[in-house]
C-alpha cells in the first residue's frame, strides 16, 4: 500500500494591534492549530507567514483592521498572492461584558473561525471602500 503525503489546508487569523499581532492558524474544521504574537514590522509580516505555513497549505489570511492597524501586513499578505480577507471584530459590547480571563483567547481564534465559515468580507477594505459584517 502505497501513502501519499498530503498537505492540509490552513487558513490564518490576526488580531491586530498598535505593537503587536497575534496570529492564530486553524484546520479546515476549524481546530486551532496554534497562536503565536508578531512584530509590526516587516520581519514580523515575514515571521508570521513563514509561521502560518508551518502548519500546511496556507489558502486566506482572515485580518481585523485592515485599514488601520493591518494596513501592512494586508499589504505584505497580498503581495505574496495570499487571498486577505478583512474580519470585522467581535462585538464590543459583548466582549465588555464578558470580562474573563480567556476573552483575549476568544478574540485570536475569531478571525480564521469566521473565514472557515465563509463570513466576513470578501476583500480588505481600501480607502474608498466600506466594511461587511461578521459573526
Not at 25 to 40: C, I, K, M, N, W
Not at 100 to 112: E, F, G, N, V
Not at 113 to 121: D, L, M, Y
Request: include cysteine; proline fraction near 5%; hydrophobic fraction near 35%.
Amino acid at each position: 500500500m502505497t501513502m501519499v503525503e498530503t498537505t492540509r489546508p490552513v487558513t490564518g487569523g490576526v488580531d491586530t494591534h498598535l505593537d503587536v499581532h497575534v496570529a492564530a492558524a486553524v484546520d479546515a474544521s476549524g481546530g486551532v492549530l496554534g497562536v503565536q504574537p508578531f512584530a509590526t514590522t516587516t520581519a514580523g509580516f515575514v515571521e508570521l507567514h513563514a509561521w502560518l505555513e508551518t502548519f500546511g497549505s496556507l489558502e486566506r489570511v482572515g485580518v481585523e483592521g485592515t485599514g488601520a492597524y493591518g494596513a501592512g501586513l494586508a499589504r505584505y499578505l497580498r503581495s505574496r498572492d495570499l487571498e486577505v480577507i478583512e474580519v470585522d471584530r467581535p462585538n464590543r459590547q459583548l466582549r465588555r461584558r464578558a470580562a474573563s480571563p480567556t476573552r483575549s483567547t476568544r478574540s485570536k481564534r475569531h478571525a480564521p473561525r469566521c473565514r472557515v465559515a465563509r463570513r466576513g468580507s470578501p476583500r480588505p477594505r481600501t480607502a474608498t471602500s466600506k466594511r461587511s459584517g461578521c459573526c
